[in-house]
């Protein structure tokens, strides 16, 4: 019971950096569904993804809330009330838990019940990141110049297959990264380039989608090995760069047959798993580990999201104690930072 109690405190900031994300998603979700259709089964949907919503917002309040409560306490007060709030942080750790169990139910249940959407919304990562990449911009210099590195072909070097690793838990910008290397002006001088997601962990899925994005159509079967041959046969002596986003189980043993290990190609994967990493880059490869933002850069991202107004001044709780609960996480500064941000503007209306 200790040892599961340990794991869901441990657990909390990438719960938390989930459902920040998630929310954003839904809200986009929500607003492109209700456009111009008119269905029963959509509209329970909707009104299921909404209530999971209001309660992920309910969440997100209440660590606002704790973590300015916190800070207003004399040091007497935060000694003898540590306990209790370890078991606060455990009982919203539980919360948050139950409430990404029910995201992906709502999820799987407009799947299992073809339930449409507009053309237009993408649910994959694009449609958080894109809103967010100025912000998370912060802090991505050093290790943008340190893979570009790796992605960056040099004389004498063997002419082989090179597969970086990104690796860290949510929040932390391994997508954001990615996608800064793919479209680099490096990262747009391999002859192919495809960008693909393995979050539904399907081998065959992962490779169609794989020949999707290298606009070769994708032979009517869900045979690995037939899907394998088929990109390996339109990859050879083809200098490419593939990511493959979010790898989350071991399929990287299916499915690296179907990469030629010639012409000085590139595979960048990202994945919140260290033994992943291990088992992708452990020929000829690179692991990069994702880092916190120190307390400069994560200050300087909260501030541009939470002060609304150009060179205003920052009014809500306790800066010091926010940035403690976000403890670095890209997307947890810039989520909370946005949320105090749109109620220091909706006080000044």
């Known amino acids: 019971m200790a040892e599961e109690k340990y794991k869901l405190y441990k657990g909390f ?24 259709q008119d269905d029963h089964i959509l509209r329970l949907s909707v009104e299921e993804l909404r209530q999971v919503a209001h309660e992920m917002e309910d969440c997100i309040d209440h ?61 994959a990562e694009s449609s958080l990141n894109q809103h967010i990449l100025p912000a998370d911009l912060v802090g991505i210099k050093p290790p943008l110049e340190e893979l570009l590195e790796q992605l960056s072909e040099f004389e004498g070097q063997p002419k082989q297959l090179k597969v970086i690793s990104i690796v860290g838990f949510c929040g932390l910008g391994k997508t954001i990264l990615a996608r800064e290397l793919y479209n680099s002006v490096i990262g747009k001088q391999f002859g192919e380039r495809a960008w693909v997601s393995a979050v539904h ?62 012409v000085s190609s590139r595979i960048l994967v990202t994945t919140k798993i260290k033994s992943v990493a291990n088992t992708c880059s452990s020929t000829n490869g690179y692991i990069h580990k994702m880092r916190r933002l120190d ?39 810039t989520t909370v930072g946005q949320f105090m941000g749109k109620k220091e503007l909706a006080n000044r209306t």
């Open 295 to 333: 307390e400069k850069h994560s200050k300087q991202l909260f501030l541009k999201e939470a002060c609304p107004v150009e060179y205003s001044e920052y009014m809500g709780p306790d800066l010091a104690a926010i940035l403690k609960k976000c403890d670095g996480q890209p997307l947890a500064l």
């Open 201 to 262: 962990g399907d081998p065959s899925k992962l490779l169609i989608e794989i020949l999707k994005e290298l606009h070769k159509p994708p032979p009517d079967t869900s045979d690995v090995y037939q899907l394998s041959t088929d990109v390996r046969n339109f990859l050879n002596n083809k200098r490419y760069f593939i990511v493959i986003d979010d790898m989350r189980s071991d399929q990287w043993s299916t499915i690296k047959s179907a990469f030629p290990r010639d």
């Open 13 to 36: 900031e990438g719960d938390l950096a989930f459902l920040k994300s998630e929310l954003k998603m839904i809200a986009s979700a929500i607003d492109g569904q209700l456009l111009g």
């Open 63 to 123: 660590i606002v809330y704790d973590a300015s409560w916190e800070q207003q306490q004399p040091w007497y007060c935060k000694m003898v009330k540590t306990g209790k709030k370890r078991k606060s942080r455990l009982q919203l750790g539980e919360e948050m838990q139950q409430l990404r169990c029910r995201l992906e139910e709502a999820l799987q249940r407009q799947q299992r019940y073809s339930v449409s959407r507009p053309s237009t919304f993408q649910p």
